[in-house]
């Protein structure tokens, strides 16, 4: 919606499904493929701690149970970062132009190493709006989500030309 009314478009709901006639519309969804293999991969390291909270005392009272949370942690982070640096630009690029994966993921990537203390400060507006959502019930995120991603299209036509 930010994109159309930016171009002075009609912004009313009647036109929700026409996003089905962007020609970048096959490059987004393998974008969104390719991001949902990088959660299945981190949902098995997920499953790990789960599994080891289990064992909760010989976690918190060994070092190898240290280890394993230090290490359970940073693999969380790295796929954050992973995911966050791929698509902080990528995905309102593909909206906006035609253009392939490739393109917007290197762009997206370069945004991230121009811009990074802007751009995890971004991640971390990301991921406390989204845990506000998650608290009530997910119905939070009917408000949350909408505005995330409007702010989101902002920020993307202030850092790509």
């Not at 995905?91 to 990074?116: C, E, Q, W, Y």
Request: hydrophobic share 55%; aromatic share 10%; glycine share 8%.
């Amino acid at each position: 919606m930010g994109r159309c009314r930016q171009l002075g478009l009609d912004t009313s709901w009647k036109h929700l499904f026409d996003l089905r006639r962007l020609p970048s519309l096959p490059p987004i969804f393998a974008l969104g493929l390719m991001l949902n293999d990088l959660r299945l991969l981190a949902g098995s390291g997920r499953l790990a701690l789960r599994v080891a909270l289990w064992f909760l005392t010989q976690i918190f009272t060994t070092s190898q149970g240290w280890i394993l949370i230090i290490l359970g942690e940073a693999t969380g982070l790295a796929f954050a970062v992973t995911v966050l640096s791929i698509s902080v630009v990528s995905f309102p690029m593909l909206l906006d132009r035609n253009l392939g994966i490739a393109v917007a993921v290197h762009t997206s990537i370069s945004t991230v190493l121009a811009n990074p203390l802007t751009v995890a400060l971004w991640g971390l507006i990301v991921t406390a709006s989204l845990m506000i959502g998650y608290l009530f019930a997910f119905v939070g995120l009917a408000f949350v989500v909408p505005v995330l991603a409007h702010a989101s299209w902002h920020r993307y036509r202030r850092v790509v030309q």
